[in-house]
């Protein structure tokens, strides 16, 4: 089962004076994150190991949205790399969550546009996000009013790569 692609190359309008900053995620958000993850459907959240290898990778970026505290209360993942066929570079928004409690405050946008700024600067031909096949139409609707398209993904995985769940 393939899971849907989104696009963007459309502006997210901006939220007014929010209550929580964005900023690079640190090897000291790994619990955070693993329970965002966790919230956004994957039971096996992450480890400090991957973590630190990720946040430390050159074509992959995550963000938090740290609240007053600067606890992470919401994330992306984006990566991005060269491409031959759009003769540049593509971007991916990999993973997308925000804590319940803080949903429909801006924070999602906010993660979007910091993705945006950061196409910019990369020079992106295309951004994609990566959405499980379970998106409810609720999410749907938040990607497309975020200026994404659902396409008809054509993502295929190998069965022998799969990690053991």
């Known amino acids: 089962m393939s899971q849907p692609i989104f696009r963007t190359a459309t502006p997210v309008a901006g939220a007014d004076a929010p209550a929580f900053r964005i900023r690079r995620a640190r090897r000291g958000d790994a619990e ?3 329970s965002l993850l966790k919230e956004l459907g994957y039971p096996q959240g992450t480890d400090q190991q991957t973590v630190h290898w ?3 990778h050159p074509e992959i970026e995550i963000f938090v949205a740290g609240d007053p505290q600067d606890r992470p209360v919401g994330m992306v993942s984006f990566s991005h790399r060269p491409q031959l066929r759009l003769r540049g570079r593509v971007g991916t928004i990999d993973e997308l969550v925000v804590t ?3 949903r429909r405050r801006g924070v999602g946008r906010a ?3 910091q993705i945006l700024e950061r196409c910019k600067v990369l020079s992106a031909k295309q951004l994609q996000l990566v959405s499980p096949m379970t998106t409810t139409p609720e999410t749907r609707n938040f990607y497309t009013a975020c200026g994404f398209t659902e396409i008809d993904s054509g993502v295929f995985r190998h069965v022998d790569t799969e990690s053991q769940r």
Request: proline residues 0%; hydrophobic residues 65%; glycine residues 0%.
């Open 54 to 56: 990720v946040v430390s």
């Open 111 to 113: 993660l979007i546009r």
């Open 32 to 34: 955070a994150m693993a």
């Open 100 to 102: 319940e409690t803080w």
